[in-house]
């Protein structure tokens, strides 16, 4: 066994008791989300609880970061605005992502972007750069890999997005100019992420990224 192959799985066997149960929380709010989005008659109630669910993951996820300094909060800010601003340049000229626009599901809008994209995006580039950090990559290495997650994250989102009206595409096909706009702006966030040291091996934070997974696969297959 390898020196990162034995990290990984120290990782694992070390989990404290309150990080089980927040990832036991974290594997329970999915599977109901997954059972209640399938069913019809409840998936109203479901989409609604959407925005309360992002939420609540990212609190979970950072409750979990060690060393809550300003610098991280710096950062994190930086990542959300980061994020949040060329969603807004993305839906207003279609230069970045393509031709889209969000519907309802997300909640409270601004300038034709839910506020909470913002937390999205610190949940995606966080929980990359988490599973990133387990394979003890160089910098580069490390950085490519988390966007190589963030993308693939990306590809499981966009179906399910488009069946609950998280958003839309101009005639219904997400272009491959998504994924490129994706790469590009997770790879310039990771960076901040990663040259700032701010990224951790966050067990709760892996969860959250394999959850995520978990979630988006089984609602295209059901």
Not at 56 to 67: C, G, P, R, T, V
Not at 207 to 222: D, N, P
């Amino acid at each position: 066994m390898t020196t990162t192959q034995k990290s990984r799985s120290n990782l694992f066997l070390t989990i404290s008791l309150n990080e089980k149960t927040a990832i036991f929380l974290l594997l329970a709010m999915h599977i109901a989300g997954i059972l209640g989005l399938v069913w019809e008659v409840t998936r109203p109630i479901f989409l609604s609880l959407v925005p309360f669910n992002l939420l609540a993951n990212a609190a979970l996820m950072l409750y979990f970061h060690k060393n809550l300094t300003k610098q991280f909060g710096l950062v994190c800010l930086i990542v959300m605005l980061g994020g949040f601003g060329v969603e807004l340049l993305g839906v207003q000229t279609h230069a970045i992502f393509g031709a889209y626009w969000y519907e309802t599901t997300l909640g409270i809008k601004f300038w034709g972007v839910p506020l909470l994209i913002a937390v999205n995006w610190l949940i995606v580039i966080y929980t990359s750069q988490a599973v990133a950090s387990l394979f003890g990559l160089q910098i580069w290495g490390h950085i490519l890999l988390a966007t190589l997650l963030t993308v693939g994250l990306d590809v499981l989102i966009e179906p399910v997005a488009i069946r609950f009206d998280f958003w839309d595409w101009a005639g219904g096909k997400v272009p491959l100019q998504n994924y490129v706009g994706w790469a590009g702006t997770s790879f310039v966030l990771h960076c901040i992420f990663a040259f700032t040291r701010s990224f951790q091996k966050n067990k709760v934070a892996i969860s959250l990224y394999a959850c995520e997974v978990l979630f988006f696969v089984m609602l295209q297959i059901l």
